[in-house]
């Protein structure tokens, strides 16, 4: 856990491939803790191509199904077949905008929210932006995209700067 937040959660990036694998992670993590997620990282990326959202967005039912029996990941039936579906309209919003980097950025204009948290519980679950940008994702064809989901993906890519005051990590 302290290796990610150190090199990873709040680090701004523009690659999408990256960032689908923030959000499929994110969706993965529903109802669970973070560190079980974590934990199964390497089997997501085995099971899910290497987050390559052309190469998901491809699978076919049987693939699917597969999954299911793969104890190294969540083998949640609604949550699996949810990441071809999120890869389908992740690729769609690609097509449309040139990359999934640029539809996020643009909810911020390019530039990143830098909060500043004076302890962990001055943290939101849920911002104005998480919920216009979760209906947006919603009718979009996204599936496990409600507003704490769409915030923490937010935090993980760095649009969202919540490290809290003094930590070393914070990116000003």
Not at 158 to 167: A, E, I
Request: proline letters at 3%; glycine letters at 6%.
């Amino acid at each position: 856990m302290r290796d990610y937040h150190d090199r990873e959660w709040g680090v701004p990036t523009h690659d999408d491939r990256r960032i689908f694998e923030m959000l499929v992670l994110e969706g993965a993590q529903a109802g669970l803790s973070w560190a079980t997620i974590l934990n199964r990282r390497d089997g997501y990326r085995r099971a899910f191509a290497n987050f390559d959202p052309a190469r998901v967005a491809a699978f076919d039912d049987r693939r699917l199904e597969r999954l299911r029996e793969d104890p190294s990941i969540i083998r949640n039936r609604l949550k699996i077949y949810g990441t071809r579906t999120n890869a389908q309209a992740f690729r769609r919003v690609q097509s449309e905008l040139g990359s999934f980097a640029a539809y996020l950025w643009k909810w911020v204009d390019g530039n990143r929210i830098v909060n500043h948290p004076r302890t962990l519980s001055d943290l939101p679950a849920t911002t104005a932006l998480s919920d216009r940008m979760s209906k947006d994702m919603k009718r979009r064809g996204f599936t496990f995209v409600g507003s704490t989901i769409v915030y923490s993906l937010l935090q993980s890519v760095g649009v969202v700067d919540d490290h809290v005051t003094g930590c070393p990590f914070k990116r000003e």
